[in-house]
């Protein structure tokens, strides 16, 4: 329970369906305003529910900070929601539900779980505009068969009339979170705070076109990511940050057509089973949250590498981002982008 709108609905649904619910609001940020955890514990208290916090910033700080700031120092774009979602959130509240003898977990994601043929799989959520399917293609098997989504049915705007319906106000008219949880805006002032903590470093160099031409300077490379156009040097034509070079401190840039690719190669992957896929073009590939679809096929290698080629081009391909898989509406598994 974040104390926002879709986890406290989530929870009142899930009371009203006759659920014996106990609430967990996990602590993941330092500072910042903390003011989510009492309104999560006003709330269940409100529908009478147990609740407690789990003071989680030690474990965020050693391993999705780090990852945050290697991933630019390495040239790419993290995703550490998506990161957090595979390695944390969902472990740890599955865990504690182990601890307290609860047998199965939910959160407020605008998203579905079906079953066929022995295998669980997520669904979108039948709103387009909150459907958060495309963040979990890293949950297992044995995590899908005790996960409930209460809001995967609802559209967000029903979500909020149910909770004012209802008589939570407060929660009815919470904003919506945008980004990742420990940013306030853009990254790079936290980014810079953290490589000066650790005493990197990091000089100027230079931007490049694709041949190596130097077409000006810029601040450092893990301040730029793939597919930015705005911040970089004034030309006479549109340019778009290409590839970065973190050996050689340069960021390339291109006109937008350079940046198309038919293929990308995919690690770390999670799929609910590699026999569901054939040498054919009969999956859909996503490599941003909002409407992007793209037919393609998917070839396996060793070492949980994966290559996706695409039917048509796309554009961006950001190494450290990630892509999601489907078919017939149902998430087939994913990936981060290598």
Known sequence: MSGGTDSSVAAILLKEQGYEVTGITFRFREGGDESFVNDARELADRIGIPHFVYDARDIFRENIIPYFVDEYLGGRTPFPCVKCNNELKWKLIIDEADRLGIDFVAMGH??????????????????????????????????????????????????????????????????????????????????????????????????????????????????YTVGQRHGLVYLNRKVYVKEIKPDKNEVVLAPLSALYKNSFSIFKTNFADKKLFSNEFDSIVKIRYRKQNHLCKVTFHENDYATIETLEPLEAIAPGQTAALYRDGKVLGGGFIV
């Open 110 to 223: 605008y998203a579905g779980i079906t079953q066929q043929n022995g295998l669980y799989f997520v669904t979108p959520g039948v709103d387009p505009d909150k459907d958060q399917s495309f963040f979990l293609w890293g949950l297992t098997q044995d995590q899908l068969s005790r996960i409930v989504f209460p809001l995967g049915a609802f559209h967000k705007k029903d979500i909020r009339a149910l909770a004012a319906e209802k008589g939570f106000a407060k929660a009815a008219e919470k904003k919506d979170s945008l980004g990742a949880c420990f940013l306030d805006g853009d990254y790079r002032p936290f980014l810079k705070e953290k490589l000066d903590s650790a005493g990197i470093v990091i000089q100027k160099g230079n931007f490049t076109d694709e041949n190596g031409q130097i077409l000006g300077t810029h601040q450092g490379y893990p301040y």
